[in-house]
């Protein structure tokens, strides 16, 4: 059973950065990291679940949520199995509960029904 698990979420001033990692463990048999897409979601408080990026395959492609295009990057290491989401000029709207998820094929990125989900990490931007 594939596990994930999110970690460097906190409370930032907006405009501050924060770098969010998902770490992979439990693969099946001869899976590695980078045979699944790694999405990121979040959801704010009393909205529902959206898709933030996304990394392909092979590290194919990238995919990015139109509120986020040129201040989010995702990246992937799979030597360590870990999957990265840095977050630059943040705002407020980017507070909530960031998840990541992993699928061999979402369609498309931003559905949510990936197979696998970890517990979501906070990040709080305020003033």
């Known amino acids: 059973q594939l596990q994930l698990v999110e970690s460097g979420g906190g409370w930032v001033q907006p405009g501050g950065s924060l770098r969010l990692s998902c770490a992979a463990s439990?693969?099946?048999?001869?899976?590695?990291?980078?045979?699944?897409?790694i999405g990121w979601f979040r959801q704010a408080p009393g909205k529902e679940r959206e898709g933030v990026s996304c990394?392909?395959?092979?590290?194919?492609?990238?995919y990015y949520a139109d509120s986020v295009k040129g201040r989010f990057t995702i990246s992937r290491d799979n030597a360590k199995n870990t999957v990265y989401l840095q977050m630059e000029s943040l705002k407020p709207e980017d507070t909530g509960v960031y998840y990541c998820a992993a699928d061999v094929f979402p369609k498309p990125w931003y559905d949510l029904g990936y197979d696998y989900w970890g517990q979501g990490t906070q990040v709080t931007v305020s003033s």
């Open positions: 439990g693969f099946i048999l001869n899976d590695e990291m980078d045979d699944y897409y």
């Open positions: 990394i392909a395959v092979n590290d194919v492609e990238t």
